[in-house]
Structures are given as structure tokens and as C-alpha cells.
């Protein structure tokens, strides 16, 4: 049988863990938050994943990798650039 001390260090090495992983996470909310209320604007930055086999354009937050917008690709999305250093998905995402 495990020791309750034993025990309550474990928890509290996981809780210290999660606390350190969170810290970045807290500190860009915060930025983020004080922008809001002075009224600036935020910038976020973005990349549009193509799924070609769906004809679909999604564009995702680079910070939270958040979908927040799928669309029908258009003519011009399906002319491909050599050059485009934006994603490529195919066969789902």
C-alpha cells in the first residue's frame, strides 16, 4: 500500500509540472487581455491549410492551432504555387 505522503508529493510534482507548462500560456493570455482593454488591436498570426481532396480551404491560429474557419476553395486556391510555402493536406486533415 501506497504512503499517503507518497502519494501527496506525487500530485503536488504533477501539479508543479502543469503550473511551469502553463506559464507561457498564461503570460500571452494576459498580454492579450491588457491589449483588449487599452483598445488595441491584436494581431494573430494565421495559415490557410489546403485539403485539396475536399476542395476545402481552413485557416488556423498558429498560437492555439485553432480551426476557426473552413471554405469552399476557389479557382484561384486550386491553382497551386511551386513556391507557396503554405500547407498542403490531403486525405482529411
Known amino acids: 500500500m ?6 501527496v508529493r506525487e500530485y503536488e510534482t504533477q501539479i508543479n509540472r502543469i503550473k511551469k507548462e502553463m506559464k507561457p500560456h498564461q503570460e500571452q493570455y494576459a498580454t492579450a487581455e491588457a491589449e483588449l482593454l487599452d483598445g488595441k ?21 498558429e498560437d492555439t492551432g485553432e480551426i476557426f474557419e473552413r471554405r469552399e476553395m476557389s479557382d484561384d486556391d486550386r491553382q497551386q504555387n511551386v513556391f507557396d510555402s503554405e500547407e498542403e493536406v490531403t486525405d482529411g486533415e
Do not use: A, L
Open 41 to 61: 488591436p491584436t494581431t494573430v498570426k494565421c495559415s490557410e491549410i489546403f485539403v485539396f481532396d475536399r476542395s476545402e480551404v481552413m485557416t488556423r491560429r
Open 2 to 7: 501506497i504512503e499517503h505522503g507518497t502519494k
